[in-house]
T-cell receptor, first 116, second 112 residues
Framework: DTEVTQTPKHLVMGMTNKKSLKCEQHMGHRAMYWYKQKAKKPPELMFVYSYEKLSINESVPSRFSPECPNSSLLNLHLHALQPEDSALYLC???????????????FGPGTRLTVL | GEDVEQSLFLSVREGDSSVINCTYTDSSSTYLYWYKQEPGAGLQLLTYIFSNMDMKQDQRLTVLLNKKDKHLSLRIADTQTGDSAIYFCAESIRTSYDKVIFGPGTSLSVIP
């Protein structure tokens, strides 16, 4: 299995809803990432998990709550979102280099989120 | 500072070569990447080059790196309509987690 999968593909939610985005990879990658991408813009990093532990939070509002239950799964829990949070949410994963650092990131197809 | 720049648009005729250019500012880059994004899809890793290399070729793709000028280019030979997409240049900077900085993306349009 050489891909990153994300579900759902599309999600529409109200500002009072609670929903979750899921990401899965079976490539043995020990680093996983959440990005947010607005239309016509590059991806913006939100969170980095390394060996199932949160290592980077790029000052993301607490209405976004990541979770890494095991080495293959990454979730993003959403609560009380705002319309400006509507975007494509991308998950990525990468291997760790033996010399330190991380290799190239492989991206999933994304979840298109619309907040009403 | 950390900044990656690209021209926003490029239009070429089918069968011609496309050259997408990128400049970056951080001299501590370790790897440089090219990603392709088709409408409504995620990012597909096309190729990458280590910062101590000058050139890398992979089928129709040729990457050139001028480290002195901090300039990266992607050449697509025999461009096809299926190559129409947004192409992101990205650099990996050695931090605690190899932070990846993306450029704004170049929208490539291929005219049949």
């Amino acid at each position: 299995d050489t891909e990153v999968t994300q579900t759902p593909k599309h999600l529409v939610m109200g500002m009072t809803n609670k929903k979750s985005l899921k990401c899965e990879q079976h490539m043995g990658h020990r680093a996983m990432y959440w990005y947010k991408q607005k239309a016509k813009k590059p991806p913006e990093l939100m969170f980095v998990y390394s060996y199932e532990k949160l290592s980077i939070n790029e000052s993301v509002p607490s209405r976004f709550s990541p979770e890494c239950p095991n080495s293959s799964l990454l979730n993003l829990h959403l609560h009380a979102l705002q319309p400006e949070d509507s975007a494509l949410y991308l998950c990525a994963s990468s291997t760790k280099r033996t010399s330190g650092g991380y290799n190239e990131q492989f991206f999933g197809p994304g979840t298109r989120l619309t907040v009403l | 500072g950390e900044d990656v720049e690209q021209s926003l648009f490029l239009s070429v005729r089918e069968g011609d070569s496309s050259v997408i250019n990128c400049t970056y500012t951080d001299s501590s880059s370790t790897y440089l990447y090219w990603y392709k994004q088709e409408p409504g899809a995620g990012l597909q890793l096309l190729t990458y080059i280590f910062s101590n290399m000058d050139m890398k070729q992979d089928q129709r793709l040729t990457v050139l790196l001028n480290k002195k000028d901090k300039h990266l280019s992607l050449r697509i030979a025999d461009t096809q309509t299926g190559d129409s997409a947004i192409y992101f240049c990205a650099e990996s900077i050695r931090t605690s987690y190899d932070k990846v900085i993306f450029g704004p993306g170049t929208s490539l349009s291929v005219i049949p």
